[in-house]
């Protein structure tokens, strides 16, 4: 088998030795269980996002991400992505009609974002969820936005192309955290500096 062949069906970029649920010649290759891959891929789950590819193909591609996480950006696509929360509770904010609204997303729950919503997954300790989100084409832009958490105004609309988001996001907000100028908020002088791992803010009800 030519190794051109091979390199067509590897489609997980940072694992590239793992195939991509389809065999070469076009088959289906067998179920995989998947509390044991999780098991088994522990290690690399870590902060700021805890993402992991498990299926990274042509037309969609769904993460594994556990928590915590450890991150204060807002994600925006011209595309739809699907939650499904497996272990534990979480939060997802939305900026919607200028304000932020927090979505408490349950063990066992689904959720939905829409194209073009700005969000930011919260994930405590002992949580995972499996994301699916469409494979952005070459050229396509998307946005990490940093809003200021003491006066809300937009503190950066980083609009880029995202290659890798396992890798990429994750270098973007890295980035970000570490230029001073960028991450100063114009309206109040307040720096949005590099978070620590989320906890779950007390119920009240």
């Known amino acids: 088998m030519s190794e051109d062949i091979i390199a067509k069906h590897v489609t997980n970029p940072d694992t590239p030795d793992e195939p991509n649920g389809i065999d070469p010649d076009g088959s ?7 509390m044991r891959w999780i098991s088994e891929n522990r290690a690399a789950f870590k902060p700021p996002v805890g ?9 969609f591609f769904v993460m594994i991400i ?18 499904i929360q497996l272990e534990g509770d979480i939060i997802v904010k939305t900026h919607e009609g200028g ?3 927090d979505h ?9 974002i829409p194209p ?5 997954p919260c994930r405590p300790e002992g ?9 952005r084409p ?4 998307e946005h990490q936005i940093f809003y200021c958490d003491k006066c809300h105004a937009l503190v950066e609309d980083n609009e880029f192309d995202c290659s890798d988001i396992v890798s990429a996001f994750k270098q973007a907000m890295e980035d970000f955290w570490a230029d001073e100028e960028r991450s100063t908020c114009r309206s109040c002088g307040h720096r949005i500096g590099k978070p620590g791992p989320f906890v779950m803010p007390e119920r009240t009800d």
Do not use: C, M, W
């Open 51 to 59: 993402n992991k590819y498990l299926y990274s193909g042509r037309d």
């Open 99 to 101: 304000r932020i609204v």
């Open 116 to 120: 073009n919503v700005p969000h930011a």
């Open 138 to 141: 070459a050229g396509e832009l």
């Open 127 to 135: 949580t995972l969820g499996l994301v699916v989100e469409r494979r």
């Open 28 to 34: 289906v290759t067998s179920p995989l269980h998947l």
């Open 66 to 83: 556990a928590g915590p996480n450890a991150r204060n950006d807002f994600h925006q696509t011209d595309s739809e992505e699907f939650f």
């Open 104 to 112: 408490l997303v349950r063990e066992g729950e689904t959720f939905f």
